[in-house]
């Protein structure tokens, strides 16, 4: 097709591709309104350079001439006409600055508007693929998947795999909000491929039927609430048993594609054999990201042997192998380090740090304080009680992102109650505990007075929502803490390491105080608060014991009480007894 140069001969175009009729109907509807908005006669003497300015000129004629338009009425016409413009782009209809590559793009990004609010990191993304798209003399509507894969492999990669796979996510992000609002060509942006072991997943309906019928019985088993036979620890909740399959489905995708297994002549109780679950385990952790053995390694290896020992009913001398590879994951040193902690005092200092700058701020308002700065004392104010509430119940990021009012933060007879289901929570186990008294007044003066201003356009019942009152992610929370200790503290936090830096200083405090650690994070066993802290343990004991020898080889009892240096025992030992008292003569006659 020829090129066109004005709006009426892009309406023939249009109707001459045999649209839908009443796609038709309401081309020709917003071809009438573009006219009267420009004041010309007819649709020849409205050029095609006005394509980019044409939808808000739409709108704003709309909304003045037709004031009873409802506001969907008025979006649906400034539909079609982006849809009848995107349809020329694409039929290269339309011509004028696309003839020159280095304005084409410009044209295209659309981005100059605030009103977008488009990430620093996306648009970094997007401007680093135009740069490679000019230098080709590629337009965007030439952009295809094969020139996105082409520069994913030839001008993007780096010596960190991480960095190239970033911009390449930010890319397709930012690609696809554009192409929503017009900006840019629809190009369907292919995923990344990845060498992580989800390559090899095999999803459990192309399982063969055999196989596929034997997991849901184990399904069934393990979620049922009342299963004969079944130990009630090795109970699963939905969640759980969603994660535990999709570990199944990379294990099988696995066999079948290194091992070459041929899952239509094997059974299911002979997938789990020592030999493919330790090869298995291998390949994890050669391409694991540090090369060593992990959490989610441990993860997988508690679904096979819940699913041999308990499902299956294998002896346990059969399965000895497991326990022997649990016992090396559990033995390999976390890769997270416990002692570089920062002190418990010196986070104490983030929430008074954040009080006082917002006091300081109030003192120079001046006058009554507007909208806008009310709500920024609002969040100054959410932003101290969420420090002060991770001081005194570390919880898990997602359990604090996720607490609501009247549901998961509630007040009984007088008492605030944090109480979080167990479908809620990583290991399934229900928390439920006070409030800490001394932050009620800091909680009931934030809902009262502050809260309201952060909810009232959004009706959201979270207690830290977002600006746009939804539930923050678990990366806008990790940087978040990450910017406020950094800024306050000059300590680099997580909130995971919350955790850590409270069972840390309350096991150097109070030694073996292990069931008490447990119960303050919410584990399900004791067994994790040992297998994460009990390293501690040792520093504290050859403290006590160099502490019992000094006193040995002193000469001094070391079982004196160290206040009053053996005086008690000495005293009771040189009492004097008490001497008896003689009878009288009147006595000695009744005896």
């Known amino acids: 097709m020829d090129r066109v140069s004005d709006l009426q001969g892009l309406a023939q175009a249009w109707e001459a591709s045999g649209p839908p009729k009443s796609a038709a109907a309401m081309v020709r509807s917003v071809v009438r309104h573009i006219v009267r908005a420009y004041g010309a006669h007819d649709a020849k003497q409205v050029p095609l350079t006005l394509n980019r300015e044409m939808p808000e000129r739409l709108r704003q004629y709309l909304r003045e001439r037709h004031p009873p338009l409802k506001a969907t009425s008025v979006r649906t016409f400034v539909y079609y006409l982006r849809r009848l ?70 001008d993007v990669k780096t010596d960190r795999p991480s960095d190239w796979r970033m911009v390449y996510r930010r890319l397709k992000r930012f690609w696809g909000e554009k192409a929503a609002r017009g900006h840019l060509p629809p190009v369907a942006i292919p995923d990344l491929p990845t060498n992580r072991p989800s390559e090899y997943g095999l999803r459990l309906d192309t399982w063969p039927e055999h196989l596929r019928d034997r997991y849901w019985e184990y399904h069934r088993w393990s979620t049922a609430e009342i299963q004969p036979g079944r130990p009630r620890r090795l109970k699963q909740n939905e969640r759980t048993a969603a994660h535990r399959r999709r570990l199944l489905e990379l294990y099988v995708g696995y066999l079948q594609c290194e091992e070459h297994v041929r899952l239509e002549e094997i059974a299911f109780e002979d997938l789990f054999t020592e030999p493919w679950v330790t ?194 992610s678990a990366a806008s929370l990790l940087t978040f803490v990450k910017r406020v200790c950094k800024q306050y503290a000059g300590q680099d936090m997580t909130v995971h390491r919350f955790r850590h830096v409270a069972a840390t200083h309350m096991l150097r405090e109070r030694p073996g105080a292990y069931p008490l650690v447990s119960a303050l994070l919410g584990h399900r066993s004791i067994r994790t608060a040992l297998e994460t802290y009990g390293h501690l343990d040792i520093a504290a004991a050859a403290r006590r014991f160099d502490a019992w020898r000094t006193e040995r080889t002193s000469g001094a009892d070391p079982d004196a009480r160290p206040d009053d240096d053996g005086a008690t025992e000495r005293r009771l030992l040189q009492r004097k007894r008490r001497p008896k008292r003689r009878r009288t003569d009147a006595e000695e006659a009744g005896r």
């Open 85 to 154: 413009l995107r349809w020329g782009i694409e039929q290269r209809l339309i011509g004028s600055e696309e003839d020159d590559v280095e304005k084409a793009w410009p044209a295209y990004e659309g981005i100059a508007q605030r009103k977008d609010r488009v990430a620093y990191s996306h648009l970094a993304a997007y401007r680093r693929f135009r740069r490679w798209a000019i230098a080709r003399g590629l337009r965007p509507i030439d952009v295809r998947p094969c020139h996105l894969a082409e520069w994913l492999e030839n």
């Open 279 to 472: 090869r298995y385990i291998q390949w994890l952790v050669a391409r694991s990201r540090d090369g060593r053995l992990n959490g989610g390694h441990m993860h997988f290896l508690t679904a096979i042997k819940t699913l041999v020992e308990g499902f299956l009913k294998h002896p346990p001398e059969s399965c000895r192998w497991i326990r022997d590879l649990r016992s090396q994951i559990s033995e390999t040193p976390p890769t997270e380090s416990l002692s570089d902690l920062p002190g418990y005092d010196a986070l104490l200092s983030v929430p008074e740090s954040i009080r006082r700058a917002r006091l300081q701020a109030q003192s120079n308002y001046r006058g009554r304080p507007t909208l806008s700065q009310r709500r920024w004392q609002a969040m100054e104010v959410g932003k101290e009680l969420l420090f002060r509430f991770l001081l005194a119940r570390p919880l898990r990021s997602r359990n604090v992102r996720g607490l609501r009012w009247d549901h998961s933060l509630v007040k009984r007879d007088g008492t605030w109650w944090v109480d979080i289901p167990g479908e809620d929570v990583k290991n399934g186990e229900r928390l439920c505990f006070e409030f800490p008294p001394d932050l009620v007044p800091l909680l009931e003066d934030f809902r009262d007075n502050h809260w309201p201003l952060l909810s009232a356009k959004t009706g959201t019942d979270l207690v830290f929502p977002t600006r746009t009152g939804r539930q923050m």
